[in-house]
């Protein structure tokens, strides 16, 4: 099994900068790796939606409202996925939480499952 550990986040200004990562470890041995890992967000009072996504190919799909203000990028050594979110906008507050879908064995064992999700707050 694997379970997925976020951090970053906290509260800023419009305009200024975030980063946030996933890292994804296993709990009863070592991963193979990352297929899939999405960030998604959920604001007060709306429906949960996806920000962004990366596939082990390095292929990855964004949001329109954050396209070319947020970047999701992999280090695969570590395991860990990033968002890095730039020209923060009052409308990105929202709980970001990643989901990912897990390489455990050679075998084709995964493991799917989410982060414990972060606060992101922007001011005006």
């Known amino acids: 099994q694997a379970q997925l550990k976020q951090s970053g986040g906290g509260s800023v200004y419009t305009g200024e900068s975030l980063r946030l990562s996933c890292a994804a470890s296993?709990?009863?041995?070592?991963?193979?790796?990352?297929?899939?890992m999405g960030w998604y967000r959920q604001a007060p009072g709306k429906q949960r939606e996806l920000v962004a996504s990366?596939?082990?190919?390095?292929?990855?799909v964004y949001e329109d409202s954050v396209k070319g203000r947020f970047l999701i990028s992999t280090d695969n050594a570590k395991n860990t996925v990033y968002l890095q979110m730039n020209n923060l906008k009052p409308e990105d507050t929202a709980v970001y939480s990643c989901?990912?879908?897990?390489?455990?064995?050679?075998?084709?064992?995964?493991?799917?499952?989410w982060g414990q999700g972060t606060h992101v707050d922007v001011s005006p």
């Open positions: 296993g709990t009863s041995g070592t991963i193979l790796g990352i297929n899939t």
């Open positions: 989901d990912a879908e897990i390489k455990l064995d050679s075998h084709g064992s995964t493991w799917y499952g």
């Open positions: 990366i596939v082990n190919d390095g292929s990855t």
